[in-house]
């Protein structure tokens, strides 16, 4: 029976995003779903309960260690190290790797090093078995040889067959549940906190077998467009449809509403814009949250994440209708959109 993984990844965000990203794209090579706090900023509330719930669900303990401490708790420890001590406490399978610029700080006078750049390397000092980067065992080749080894340690995930319900045990249920029925054509805009001009709008469809044992489980297609203005006149926005982006993912819902997975995208071209076919695929991750506590579903926010090649992110708002889309895409970016 085929399973589905997941690797929890620790560390400093920012001074070590390049190392963590090629962390991500080795886990997708090995179709190993990445976790980090980064992808749940929509819905989780920055307590420490929200971490040890996703170390408790992930099957591995990834901690790339670079020459920074971090930042702390109210108690002085780096969010990075009560992160490596719960996994340890829980018995995870854990991978430390060694990052160059820590390695580089090994070496160097202790006087010329922050204190900050210290208390990281007294932390290094109680992990007995990590890994170092080196031109003979770069990121991907320890992440490969740690998989290897350690795969029949976890549970993973699986799918479980339908359980045998009558018509009327079915529908009650899914009276029940239908804020999880998120089946059908939706409208999307994808947007960037860091750049106004950057819009793309279009449609996704979401497929999705509502029944107990299946419903966690969505397939996403979606198309995205550049805008080329807003047509006063017929009140719809007017794409630039000789260009898109067209997007394919395998996603797993939560019970409190989050939806995680990972896509593929490719950027394609109308014949009378260019015949050129373009053959790489970026990928990504998604995460998305709808409101659990609402009797349907018509809303869904949430971030993307294109990890490769280019590295970008943003907000993604999706909507049951267009004109809620459009609505909602007005009141947001009314400054920078052209009207007509």
């Keep these: 029976m085929n399973k589905v993984y997941t690797a929890f990844i620790s560390s400093a965000f920012e001074s070590l995003r390049?190392?963590?990203?090629?962390?991500?794209?080795?886990?997708?090579?090995?179709?190993?779903?990445?976790?980090g706090m980064e992808h749940f900023t929509v819905s989780t509330n920055g307590e420490f309960s929200d971490i040890q719930e996703l170390?408790?669900?992930?099957?591995?303990?990834?901690m790339l260690m670079g020459k920074f401490y971090g930042s702390c708790d109210k108690n002085g420890i780096s969010?990075?190290?009560?992160?490596?001590?719960?996994?340890?406490?829980?018995?995870?399978?854990?991978?430390v790797i060694l990052c160059d610029e820590l390695v580089e700080n090994l070496n160097k006078d202790e006087s010329l090093l922050s204190e900050d750049e210290k208390r990281q390397i007294e932390f290094r000092e109680k992990i007995s078995f990590a890994r170092a980067v080196s031109d003979e065992f770069p990121i991907k080749k320890i992440i490969s040889q740690f998989f290897n080894s350690n795969f029949a340690k976890c549970i993973g995930w699986t799918r479980i067959e339908n359980s045998q319900l009558t018509a009327e045990q079915l529908e009650k249920w899914r009276h029940e549940h239908r804020v999880f029925d998120l089946?059908?054509?939706?409208?999307?805009?994808?947007l960037s906190e860091e750049d106004e001009t950057y819009i793309r709008i279009g449609t996704v469809n979401i497929e999705q077998?509502?029944?107990?044992?299946?419903?966690?489980s969505l397939h996403?297609?979606?198309?995205?467009?550049?805008?080329?203005?807003?047509?006063?006149?017929?009140?719809?926005?007017?794409?630039?449809?000789?260009?898109?982006?067209?997007?394919v993912g395998e996603y797993t819902l939560r019970e409190n509403g989050e939806i995680?997975?990972?896509?593929?995208?490719?950027r394609t071209f109308d014949s009378s814009f260019s015949s050129k076919e373009v053959k790489r695929i970026n990928r990504g991750i998604h995460d998305f949250n709808i409101d659990v506590f609402q009797k349907e579903t018509n809303f869904i926010e949430g971030e993307f994440h294109d990890e490769a090649p280019s590295p970008k992110l943003g907000r993604i708002f999706i909507f049951r209708n267009a004109c809620d889309r459009d609505e909602f895409l007005l009141d947001n970016r009314s400054d920078v959109i052209e009207r007509k």
């Excluded at 996994?87 to 399978?93: D, L, S």
């Excluded at 996403?220 to 997007?247: C, L, P, W």
């Excluded at 995680?260 to 490719?266: A, D, E, L, Q, V």
């Design 183 to 190: 089946a059908g054509n939706w409208f999307h805009v994808h």
């Design 79 to 95: 969010w990075t190290e009560r992160e490596y001590e719960y996994a340890m406490e829980k018995g995870k399978p854990i991978v």
């Design 260 to 266: 995680f997975g990972i896509f593929n995208s490719r």
């Design 209 to 216: 077998d509502f029944s107990p044992n299946e419903y966690k």
């Design 55 to 62: 170390i408790d669900e992930s099957d591995f303990f990834i």
């Design 18 to 35: 390049d190392e963590r990203n090629i962390v991500i794209d080795s886990l997708l090579d090995l179709r190993i779903l990445p976790i």
């Design 220 to 247: 996403m297609e979606g198309y995205n467009y550049n805008i080329i203005r807003y047509d006063t006149q017929k009140g719809a926005f007017v794409e630039n449809k000789m260009k898109s982006s067209h997007f």
